[in-house]
């Protein structure tokens, strides 16, 4: 089966603090691509990220990095220095591929909702 | 950069009637997709659309739910009579060959009363 699961629910932290979301997947799947979308309060989908399976190699972008580690079906993603801005949830996402890739539909987990204190 | 639009923001509706949500996906997309979010809770798939059909369809697309693709370049869901419980963010994403990312819409939000 195919699945994302987001352990943390809620997190909390004071601006400048570093936080790292989980996100560990399930598939059967040899290609896959894993994403991170971040929802703020207005409700849009912000893509931030995507991941191919075949590169586990980790991924900085300013404040933001990725760190894809195959052999734990993880990828996690860590905030540095956080700031109010960044308060929103954050979904961990898996592309499933039917054969036909034909579908290729994203299976969310149910999010992380970070708030960030000044 | 092309965008996926989708139209309205924001619908209100009395339950039982029939709703249709409307999207434009970026043009040289193939692949097209709803997804619906009610409110607190996670991203879940509806239905995905390819070569004028539709590919996929989870258990939550039942007969209450259509989708069609009427003139090449909308891409729309319709709900024939609606629930409380379609109250939700329904979001559309098309998809180029090739890759597997999506993109999505704004996100339609859906009130039934």
């Known amino acids: 089966a195919q699945k994302v699961t987001q352990a943390q629910t809620e997190i909390s932290v004071v601006e400048k603090e570093d936080v790292t979301l989980d996100c560990v997947y399930e598939?059967?799947?040899?290609?896959?691509?894993l994403f991170w979308y971040k929802q703020p309060p207005s409700g849009e989908l912000v893509f931030l990220i995507r991941?191919?399976?075949?590169?586990?190699q980790n991924e900085i972008s300013g404040r933001y990095s990725w760190n894809f580690q195959k052999s734990t079906s993880s990828f996690n993603f860590t905030i540095t220095a956080s700031q109010v801005v960044d308060s929103a949830v954050y979904f961990c996402?898996?592309?499933?591929?039917?054969?036909?890739?034909?579908?290729?539909?994203?299976?969310f987990g149910t999010g992380t909702l970070l708030a960030v204190q000044p | 950069e092309p965008e996926v639009t989708q139209t309205p923001s924001h619908q209100v509706t009395q339950m039982g009637q029939e709703v249709i949500l409307r999207c434009v996906p970026i043009?040289?997309?193939?692949?097209f997709y709803w997804y619906r979010q009610i409110l607190g809770q996670k991203v879940e798939f509806l239905v995905s659309?390819?070569?004028?059909?539709?590919?996929?369809k989870s258990e939550i697309f039942d007969d209450q739910f259509s989708v069609e693709r009427p003139d090449g370049s909308n891409f729309t869901l319709k709900i024939r009579s609606t629930k409380l419980e379609d109250s939700a963010m329904y979001f559309c994403?098309?998809?180029?060959?090739?890759?597997?990312?999506?993109?999505f819409g704004e996100g339609s939000r859906l009130t039934v009363l």
């Open positions: 991941r191919n399976s075949f590169d586990e």
């Open positions: 598939t059967r799947d040899t290609t896959y691509y």
């Open positions: 659309f390819y070569n004028n059909e539709i590919s996929e």
């Open positions: 043009s040289n997309h193939l692949y």
């Open positions: 994403a098309s998809r180029p060959p090739g890759t597997g990312e999506l993109f």
């Open positions: 996402a898996l592309n499933h591929m039917n054969y036909g890739g034909a579908t290729n539909k994203l299976i």
